[in-house]
């Protein structure tokens, strides 16, 4: 595995999660692997679940971490050629991230969605770069449109939990007093599609997201009749995600209160667990009583991330 | 031990001296016992010395390190049941505490009193939410009330230099031009009372420390007068604690400069040693000469934090 | 080795360079070293390549590494003895620095000039307090007048890449939007005037470095003439040295961008390389197609700040 933005990136999915279930009972069998090599994780976004897990997981292989936190607005890069660097950018990609290349083994990146350019942000522009030019397997730790280490961490999640062979999952777009980007939901879709899962997505009209992480699964628009009989159910809320309307693209288009998950939307459920990524707002997501029920998975979840990451950099390092 | 906040937690505290000592020829002899630990820092304020001082300890014992700086200001926790998130707080305490202890074995917290609200700075308030909800061991990296990290140095730096089997420690009020919290006095007095010392505080009026610090310690009004004889003196300054006048708390009563620590109070001493915690603001607590002399152990006092901070961390990996 | 600031400070060039090349095949080789041992790198100033790299090289020696970022702004340190310190800075160097020598082994300084005091700058008056009062040794991550760690680098580059036992090396002077200090090119005249190669620098009228740095170069103010031969081609802006004019120390007299390198100034060398320590700005100091030519050496310079990096930390583990 050279990069990790895509579930295809991470071969079988089957044996990925066999081998996420013997990292976890065995974290620090693979140190190996890990001497001497060195994680570079360069953050344009703050960050709390995704900064301690994946350090945790590098550390579990025994590997060194460099953290560079890159002050998005102070730190501009020049990405043009061509031009006279007399404004306020001070260094230009084309050496910035060769240079980060040279002081590592391997390159984690966050850069959210800006919302304003639908099409740079579903181009990827700012990875993409870091895979161009840094000269070393490059992972997500959250891009514009992927968020894999999270979808994975979170399939390993309804793996531990699932009471049937081909649960019931539903994704349930929920109300937010910000815009926030589409990139969970993106991988949460692109990675239920892989797995072994009955997937369906609801969300109000004008919140359906890009085609590619659609795919097969099935979209509802009656919440009510998406949730009967889910064994899991994903709460999100993400902004516009432009596909019917490109000039809606990060927009909050509706703040209907009535998607929030409370204990009567649970209660059309197969006694389903609750699932979000975190962080969450509550009165807004869910209800106090949902995500702290016995039937909440929010920390375990989160537990899992440190298992994603591991097994995530244990195969990068095993492609060295 | 499964906490660090209040001496009684360090237990039997000649065997802690003892441990102190043998730690202190032997820094890197315990390294077995951190192996594949991670200890967390999480700071709410900012720090120097406990930063350097705890990573340092951590380091020597062989333990992995994740430094997590907390914007008090842009990371506002919500702590409320019931509420609807919609305003600043993007985060609830039940999840955000629990996560953190997701990714590490011992956790380290620092979070100064706001010296706006007594009963919430002195119900410990965001450590105690730590010590609920996190899963993990944690210890006071200075909290709203203690700093015991701090005063257990401080112990191990006067039972260094002791010159009799029982000898007089002064701790003297000294004017400063900011309010400041409680938390090195609170501690100090409650270390000094479990200690085998002649323990004395000089204070202004107004300035009493909350009972349960001051604990059997004699209180002398008369700076003169408690400095008699003196063995060791430790300075600082502490902004009202409100005891007498609640009102008061967190204020600054009194700047009388004739309590700044000078070679004339210190010729009052039995050839004392001059201590602070540091930092210290030269001419308001102490004079030049009395800091610069070769009476000061403001030096030792910061060299021994990083031992009192793996007398801590070894205990506190001792009982995972 | 107890400091590193100027290039007699690392002893015979020839056997650096010979332990330079040995490194780069070894890298991991010199663990026993570091083990135990605690690098400090405190910064007064922003950094990417020197926190990367140095970091990088310490963690190759299997040494600890502590980063200590200062902001400048927020906590300054009162030099003066006598004065009382109710203003806003809370802390006294002699016990800041005294302190942060108590919890490591070595510690690297990046404090760069002011460009508002000449005296106080060429003076290098941070850099020397932390020699004097530390207690530890202490190297240069750029300080006011120089960075050698990058001159190091530049040397063991021309080093891997000269075509004659003696090559031509022209460090040429170009124009820059913003006032710049004049570590770089004073590093670089330095280690160039110690090194094996025939050494011109050339610039403006009004730009020239201090005399302690130029040493016995040869200075040529026409830069075509200059350039005829190179084999090397150093690009750099600085701001006026304030050598002929004092009044001048820190300014931008000059931006004429007919010094800017571009490939009919390439076309005057020996089929020269091109060099520049980086950030650096396109269109001002070099051209696109210069800095991405085949015979451009800025991703190999920036790539052997490792090595340099790693050789110092050697000789300063070696004679602790």
């Known amino acids: 595995m050279k990069t990790f933005f895509n579930v ?47 350090q945790k997981a590098a550390l579990n ?3 060194n971490v460099i953290v560079l936190d890159v002050n998005a607005g102070a730190w501009k890069l020049e990405t043009r050629r061509g031009v006279i660097m007399d404004g306020d950018k001070s260094e230009h990609l084309l050496e910035a ?14 850069s959210f969605a800006g919302l304003k350019d639908r099409d740079y942000d579903y181009a990827e522009t700012i990875v993409n770069q870091f895979v161009q030019y840094s000269g070393k397997p490059v992972f997500a730790m959250e891009t514009a449109t992927v968020h894999p280490l999270q979808a994975f961490a979170d399939l390993i999640t309804i793996e531990e939990h699932k009471k049937s062979k081909r649960p019931k999952v ?12 589409q990139a969970v939901p993106d991988s949460f879709a692109q990675w ?69 998950i409370d204990k009567q939307h649970m209660s059309w459920t197969n006694d389903g667990y609750f699932m979000h990524c975190l962080p969450v ?27 994603s990451a591991e097994v995530v950099l244990k195969k990068l390092l095993e492609s060295l």
């Open 61 to 63: 292989l025994g590997m």
């Open 192 to 260: 239920m599609n892989a797995a072994d899962v009955d997937f369906v997505i609801t969300q109000p009209k004008g919140y359906e997201l890009d085609p590619k992480f659609v795919g097969n699964a099935k979209v509802e628009y009656d919440q009510k009749k998406a949730l009967e009989g889910a064994d899991f159910v994903y709460a999100k809320n993400w902004s516009c995600p432009g596909v019917t309307n490109p000039a809606d693209y990060g927009k909050i288009l509706n703040k209907d209160m009535n998607w929030t």
């Open 281 to 307: 707002r509550r009165g807004l997501i869910v209800t106090d009583d949902v995500i702290e029920s016995d039937h909440s998975l929010v920390i375990p979840e989160a537990a899992n991330r440190e298992i």
């Open 97 to 110: 991230i060769p240079v980060m290349g040279c002081y590592c083994d391997l390159i984690g990146v966050r």
């Open 170 to 181: 539903v994704m349930s777009w929920a109300p937010h007093c910000r815009a926030l980007p």
């Open 8 to 54: 295809e990136d991470i071969g079988n999915l089957d044996q990925a999660l066999a081998e996420a279930k013997e990292i976890k009972q065995n974290r620090f069998g693979f140190q190996k692997l890990g001497k001497n090599k060195t994680l570079l994780m360069v953050f344009f976004n703050n960050s709390l679940r995704t900064r301690l897990s994946t």
